[in-house]
């Protein structure tokens, strides 16, 4: 299972920097407003789908712990991803990219929680 996930990640990751363009490619691309917001709607979307997958990979991840739930975080991983994640941001920088990752998790395991709790939990 852990090796499928893996595999499913990287593939995901693949996929999505495939399909980036570099923020100065995509400068040169837009001419108007109109296609500045065009674009951010395009890649709004996008991370709305990356996160509902990531969401439901957290959900299989806090089904595979000893310790689920927000009892289960794991400050050393979350600190690991940020860290990942401003060497492929940098402009967002460690400092903004922690604020939003917390937020990510945090939703995550909320999400996750209300499907353990089942229909009618809290």
Known sequence: ???????????????????TASPTDADAEITSLAQARAAID??????????ERRTAVAGTVQRLKPVGGFAGRNPERERQIVAAMAERAPSLGAGHLATIMNAVIEAG??????????PGGS
């Open 1 to 19: 299972m852990q090796d499928q996930l893996t595999d499913t990640a990287s593939h995901t990751a693949s996929h999505t920097a495939s399909h």
């Open 42 to 51: 395009e890649i709004d979307a996008a991370l709305a789908d990356l996160l």
């Open 109 to 118: 395991l909320d999400v996750a929680e209300r499907r353990r709790s089942g």
